[in-house]
T-cell receptor, first 112, second 118 residues
């Protein structure tokens, strides 16, 4: 158990819908990262927050957004969902801006 | 741009065999970090090791060992006396030189599926 928690574990929704994925970092970690794992794209970095501020952006679609709250938990919002958004979404956290990233169990999203 | 190549898509071995997973990386930075993560069938990503570019010493942890060679841009992972519980997908990853405020993303390889059979 890495200490990073993600909810929900599974999510099934329909095209066009909006969902919110939640992540709680390890106690004391200030940095939160989001990654998407899909069969065709592999593991792709989406976005990083450090102590509430956006730090780095990767291949994140405009339909996706994220934020980190004062209590350091983070949410990833996915809107206007398409079939191709079906994937495993991981959250990771680290104690520093460039610390080792520890991953949560992931949220498996299925868009029908 | 940084890139990680894991040319071995799938490896099958019989229990107790040694197995080496290859990882080749590309980066223009002189300071960078290399990682290995394990993804068992349950799906989570488990951190195994982090190595910085200035530390070329090989590392051994139990049945696991890592060989870092800057000259060939490789960071290979060997499991000695493999066990069925080692069956998983193994990912090699790279993060480049850190610039304060610039973020810290991991670039992953495509992974190697290791199957250890009795």
């Amino acid at each position: 158990d890495s200490g990073v928690t993600q909810t929900p574990k599974h999510l099934i929704t329909a095209t066009g819908q909006r969902v919110t994925l939640r992540c709680s970092p390890r106690s004391g970690d200030l940095s939160v990262y989001w990654y998407q794992q899909s069969l065709d794209q592999g593991l792709q970095f989406l976005i990083q927050y450090y102590n509430g501020e956006e730090r780095a952006k990767g291949n994140i679609l405009e339909r996706f957004s994220a934020q980190q709250f004062p209590d350091l938990h983070s949410e990833l919002n996915l809107s206007s969902l398409e079939l191709g958004d079906s994937a495993l979404y991981f959250c990771a956290s680290s104690d520093r801006e460039q610390g080792t990233q520890y991953f949560g169990p992931g949220t498996r999203l299925l868009v029908l | 741009a940084q890139k990680v190549t894991q040319a071995q898509t799938e490896i099958s071995v019989v229990e107790k065999e040694d197995v080496t997973l290859d990882c080749v990386y590309e980066t223009r930075d002189t300071t960078y970090y290399l990682f290995w993560y394990k993804q068992p069938p349950s799906g989570e990503l488990v951190f195994l090791i982090r190595r910085n570019s200035f530390d070329e010493q090989n590392e051994i942890s139990g049945r696991y060992s890592w060989n870092f060679q800057k000259s060939t841009s490789s960071f290979n992972f060997t499991i000695t006396a493999s066990q069925v519980v080692d069956s998983a997908v193994y990912f090699c990853a790279l993060s480049e030189e850190f610039i304060t405020g610039g973020g810290n993303k991991l670039t992953f390889g495509t992974g190697t599926q290791l199957k250890v059979e009795l």
